[in-house]
């Protein structure tokens, strides 16, 4: 049985194209029997959102490896405000639409300066490529290989500590948008990366991974949290299975 490739696992970007270019330039050359899977919420907040959608989508024209570009949440949202509006998401300014606008119209969009026709615009995602949105709507909600189980945002109960594999799951968008503690408390099985949640949010006394920095990547027993807050002030990471190397678009610590 020929032995399986590397994967490698890059957590929510959110618009930070400069942390994904520095995590990029740390990570070994890729070849063809690798696989790189982004977890999802490419767009929002941070300021380069268009440019990093553009990045991930040409990503398998400039590497060997086999790429998976997941869908999260953020992306969910906008393909709900375009078919079928959602305000809730769009207003409220710490959810980074106006970020994400801005980057696809080449111009500042900051509360001060929407007007009536920009707020119409954001409203209804109409800054958006038709060929951004059709990606959008192709974008899987999970990946599966020997290593692990990929999701945006973790797997759905089934009862009793039980959780559904992915392709069993009811309502497959719950992929997108949970935030269970008893997923990330008491899940057990074939390992599963996920995003979504920021890592210093997430239970730390059950982290093996620097429990004494609770922004970090956070692993649990059989889970791996990796969204370390790019795009809101925080870092991208990214882990390469099976080894369990991680590499971080923020300088090295020192080692004490």
């Keep these: 049985m020929a032995m399986a490739g590397r994967t490698f696992v ?51 024209r400039r590497s060997p490896a086999k790429v998976i570009a997941l869908r999260g949440n953020h992306e969910d949202a906008w393909l709900k405000v375009i078919d079928e509006g959602w305000p809730e998401f769009v207003v409220p300014a710490g959810h980074g639409c106006r970020q994400a606008m801005a980057s696809y119209i080449g111009r500042a969009a900051s509360d001060d300066d929407l007007d009536p026709s920009l707020w119409k615009l954001m409203l209804r995602g109409g800054f958006f490529p038709l060929d951004v949105i059709e990606w959008m709507r192709g974008l899987p909600f999970y990946f599966e290989d020997e290593h692990g189980i990929y999701v945006h945002a973790g797997l759905v109960s089934s009862g009793d500590n039980t959780f559904f594999h992915p392709s069993n799951t009811p309502q497959k968008v719950a992929l997108l948008w949970l935030r269970d503690q008893n997923f990330f408390r008491n899940y057990r099985g074939k390992r599963v990366l996920f995003g979504h949640t920021v890592t210093g949010t997430l239970p730390p006394e059950l982290s093996s991974y620097t429990p004494e920095d609770p922004s970090d990547m956070w692993a649990g027993p059989c889970t791996i949290g990796l969204d370390t807050g790019a795009g809101k002030g925080g870092f991208l990471t990214t882990i390469e299975l099976p080894t369990l190397t991680v ?9 004490r």
């Design 10 to 60: 890059t957590g929510d970007i959110h618009g930070d194209l400069d942390a994904l270019l520095r995590v990029e330039r740390k990570l070994p050359k890729m070849d063809s029997g690798d696989t790189w899977v982004f977890l999802g919420d490419y767009v929002d907040r941070g300021p380069r959102s268009a440019e990093v959608v553009d990045w991930v989508r040409n990503l398998s």
């Design 247 to 255: 590499y971080e678009s923020r300088e090295a610590r020192a080692v």
